[in-house]
Every structure is written in C-alpha cells, then in structure tokens.
C-alpha cells in the first residue's frame, strides 16, 4: 500500500473481532518498529506481545480499552538507556517508543491489520502485573487484530483542521 494511502486511511478501531494475528504478519509489524530511528541508535524500546488469555486480562485490569482485540502489544523503554538532551531537562526514551510505535502502527494498516493506539491504562499497576523490569518505562499499548464485521472509522476521524490552523512559517 503507498505511503500517504496508509497514512490517510488508518484509523483506530474500537472494536475487534477477537482473532489474534498471524505470526508472519505480527513478525513484519515488529520488524517495522525494530527499524525505526532512536537517538544515538540506543534502541531502548522494548515491546512485549499479549495475547494470552492470561496476559489479555491482566491488560484488561488495567483498560477499558481493549476493545476485544487479539493481540495487544506493550511498547515500553528502558529508562536508564536513554539520551539525555542538552539542558538536561529531557531524554530520549518516550519520544523513541513514540516513534517505534507509529512505525508499528502504519506497518500493521500496511498489511491489512487494525490498530488501536491506547494510552487510557494503570502504568505502574500494568507493569506489576506483566513483570516488567523496574527500569522499564510503559509507554502505550497498541490493540491489533481486525475490525468486528460492520464496524468502520468513528465520525471524527475524517475531520481534520487545515495546514494553516496547525503549521507556521517562521
């Protein structure tokens, strides 16, 4: 699928009809998000795959916002392999997830693969939960699977201000 059709045509979908998905598609999503640019290359995301029963509940203790998917991926980094930016005051590690992310998120539209990009859940109840290691940040959640039979894009989705409401020349 080309690029701006990927972009312009993805949505988040809110309702799943349950089906996990395929290892080979999972495994090209996943690879999209391992080639994904991180500051000074540290590559501090780690994503762990849920779709376990037991992994899928112990997400939805933590969301509401499943929303029936199969398979939900958990985009985490590593908080003490992070590059720290000039002032000090910033790092590295949830704007790479943050891009690691929507690269997983495009290549999942791109093979046929709904997604929903969750940041309404419990962090550090969820990182108890699944085990993750003390220094790991949460950063988001991403439902995948594909949409429930008639379910198509909210409303919203379409609407979109224009360039000159969101971008000045300087």
């Not at 997604?115 to 949460?138: H, M, Q, R, T």
Request: hydrophobic share 40%; with cysteine.
């Amino acid at each position: 699928m080309e690029f701006f059709e990927t972009v312009k045509n993805r949505y988040s979908c809110k309702k799943f009809n349950g089906k996990s998905v395929e290892k080979d598609k999972l495994e090209m999503i996943l690879e999209a998000g391992r080639l994904a640019p991180t500051a000074k290359n540290l590559q501090e995301q780690h994503i762990y795959v849920a779709q376990s029963e037991e992994a899928l509940s112990k997400i939805d203790a933590s969301t509401p916002c499943r929303y029936n998917a199969g398979t939900v991926l958990v985009v985490a980094y590593d908080r003490d392999n992070v590059y720290t930016y000039p002032g000090g005051k910033q790092s590295s590690g949830a704007e790479d997830a943050a891009i690691v992310a929507t690269h997983i998120m495009l290549a999942a539209h791109s093979v046929g693969v709904d997604s929903c990009w969750l940041n309404c859940f419990y962090a550090d109840k969820l990182k108890a939960d699944l085990g993750l290691k003390e220094n790991e940040e949460i950063l988001m959640l991403l439902d995948l699977g594909y949409a429930a039979e008639g379910f198509s894009p909210l409303e919203n989705h379409f609407k979109r201000k224009p360039l000159s409401e969101t971008v000045s020349y300087i």
